[in-house]
């Protein structure tokens, strides 16, 4: 090999064991199934949740099917439906049952009292930098902010009857299928924007769907 090579061809050289690399990888998962992409957070009603099944070969993959059975590989999803009654609390997680309309599934929210916690010292902190003239403005848009990132992390509020946007993933425990939400969002409008927003990127995103 000569050592007085440019700089071009210590780059189509690097260029060329990277692609080796990548092919030899490759080879551990070689079916079909296992070099499917991969989505996160794709928008799915509840029914394609209640038909998915694990992936056998990855972690926390699972697999759906669109209305004309082409499988969809995912990770999480996000969810819009209406809460219709409550499971069986504890310490850790509130449970709720939710309908969209293509079926029900019981969701479990964590409570995260520590993440509770820190944005209530933070606003006690923040409150009482309110009562100076100089910090007053920025105090007030940091207490707005603090408001609305507990709304999203304490489940306690949430009441029979409310619509929420869930971001998670499928829970199977003893062949009944549910829901662990890592994110919830309660729609409090009285309007129903939020809910027809969704349900066209729900259409939009499985029309545009392709394998």
């Known amino acids: 090999m000569?050592?007085?090579?440019?700089f071009d061809d210590v780059e189509d050289q690097l260029e060329n064991f990277v692609i080796r690399r990548k092919?030899?990888?490759?080879?551990?998962?070689?079916?079909a199934e296992s070099r499917a992409k991969i989505y996160e957070d794709i928008p799915l009603t509840l029914m394609h949740i209640l038909r998915a099944t694990e992936d056998s070969e990855r972690e926390h993959?699972?697999?759906t099917h669109n209305n004309n059975g082409a499988p969809i590989h995912f990770r999480t999803c996000i969810v819009y439906g209406f809460v219709a009654g409550f499971g069986t609390h504890n310490d850790y997680f509130n449970k709720?049952?939710?309908d969209d309309?293509?079926?029900s599934l019981e969701a479990s929210i964590a409570k995260k009292p520590g993440n509770r916690e820190v944005i209530s010292c933070l606003y006690n902190e923040v409150t009482s930098l309110g009562s100076s003239d100089a910090f007053k403005p920025s105090a007030e848009r940091?207490?707005?902010?603090l408001k609305s990132a507990m709304e999203c992390i304490d489940p306690s509020p949430i009441a029979r009857g409310n619509s929420l946007f869930l971001s998670g993933r499928p829970n199977m425990f003893r062949g009944k299928v549910g829901m662990d939400a890592f994110h919830f969002f309660i729609?409090?409008?009285r309007s129903r924007d939020m809910e027809m927003g969704f349900a066209d990127y729900l259409t939009d995103w499985h029309e545009?769907?392709?394998l």
Do not use: A, M, P
């Open 23 to 31: 092919q030899q990888q490759g080879k551990s998962t070689d079916s």
């Open 142 to 145: 940091l207490i707005r902010i």
């Open 208 to 210: 545009n769907y392709s």
């Open 61 to 63: 993959v699972f697999i």
């Open 101 to 103: 309309g293509t079926g």
């Open 96 to 98: 709720y049952l939710i």
């Open 2 to 6: 000569e050592i007085n090579c440019g």
């Open 187 to 189: 729609d409090s409008g």
